[in-house]
Antibody
């Protein structure tokens, strides 16, 4: 079965950097677009970033553009999110989500999430 | 594209029929999905492309609508259905979610 396991969250000071990872298994990783979705404490869902199956196309929500970089290593079945210049408003649970092998994307499977807290 | 969900919360009883509405700020064809989220858990896909039920999702869940007016219906609400529900548009980046509807006892 599909498994997505996020790691790398924690407590970080504003302005610092952190990298999240998502280890995928149970499906053919290099045929699916992948996504990061976050949820601030007590708030709704916010899509953050997407990457195409081959890594050639990347998309970001405006609030993280220029600070966050999504990437993938298809040889390791792993998705990444490099987060720089972190702000308190980036505090959230970050979910890795599996897209679908088509142009329009929904989130078929989700990881359990990893919590990022940005605080001094 | 902004998605407006209504109501933001509702109270219902086991066996009730529940309807949640999602209205996009512009037309999204049939590119809409619905998710269920329980406290402390990751969201779960229920429906995609407006009305296609994800494998394993009970048939009491259904989706309908088109253009700028979409609905998630739960017929005969079960105890395990008390959760928060989100709609999501698939047509354009940035992908966006509705604000959520909390279904409470």
């Amino acid at each position: 079965q599909v498994q997505l396991v996020e790691s790398g969250g924690g407590v970080v000071q504003p302005g610092r950097s952190l990298r999240l990872s998502c280890a995928a298994s149970g499906f053919t990783f290099n045929t699916h677009g992948m996504h990061w979705v976050r949820q601030a404490p007590g708030k709704g869902l916010e899509w953050v970033a997407a990457i195409s199956y081959d890594g050639n196309d990347k998309y970001y929500v405006d609030s993280v553009g220029g600070r966050f970089t999504i990437s993938r290593d298809n040889s390791k079945n792993t998705l990444y999110l490099q987060m720089n210049s972190l702000r308190p408003e980036d505090t959230a649970v970050y979910y890795c989500a599996q897209g679908v092998p088509r142009a329009t994307q929904y989130f078929q499977h989700w990881g359990q999430g990893t919590l990022l807290t940005v605080s001094s | 594209i902004q998605l407006t969900q209504s109501p933001s919360s509702l109270s219902a009883s086991v066996g009730d029929r529940v309807t949640i509405t999602c209205r996009p700020s512009q037309g999204i064809s049939n590119y809409l999905a619905w998710y269920q989220q329980k406290p402390g858990k990751a969201p779960k896909l229920l429906i995609y492309d407006v009305s296609t039920l994800q494998s394993g999702v009970p048939s009491r869940f259904s989706g309908s609508g088109s253009g700028t007016d979409f609905t998630l219906t739960i017929t005969s609400l079960q105890p395990e259905d008390f959760a928060t529900y989100y709609c999501q548009q698939l047509i354009n980046y940035p992908l966006t979610f509705g604000g959520g509807t909390k279904v409470e006892i």
